[in-house]
């Protein structure tokens, strides 16, 4: 799964460290915080998005909005804000 320009946000700055409880397979964990990694993310950054994002996204839903942010090249507000509640 692809998720660079979900990752690419992360590099912003806008995601400071804190946890979250795990629902995603742990492919789809692995593919994204490698991605946002990757992209210059912190570890607990990158850990600190994707609590969020499980918590307030569905795994089936997570899967529409990686399609739709390839292929748009655009983020949804449904996981900016999710990330940004990171702060």
Do not use: H, W
Request: proline share 3%.
């Amino acid at each position: 799964m692809r998720l660079a320009l979900l990752a690419a946000i992360l590099t912003l700055g806008l995601v400071p460290a804190c946890g979250g409880t795990s629902k995603y397979p742990d492919e789809v964990r692995n593919n994204f915080l490698s991605s946002c990694q990757d992209s210059g993310g912190t570890p607990s950054r990158c850990d600190c998005a994707l609590g969020k994002i499980e918590a307030k996204v569905s795994l089936e839903d997570f899967k529409k909005e990686d399609t739709a942010a390839v292929v748009n090249g655009q983020v949804s507000r449904k996981i900016t804000d999710a990330i940004a509640e990171c702060r």
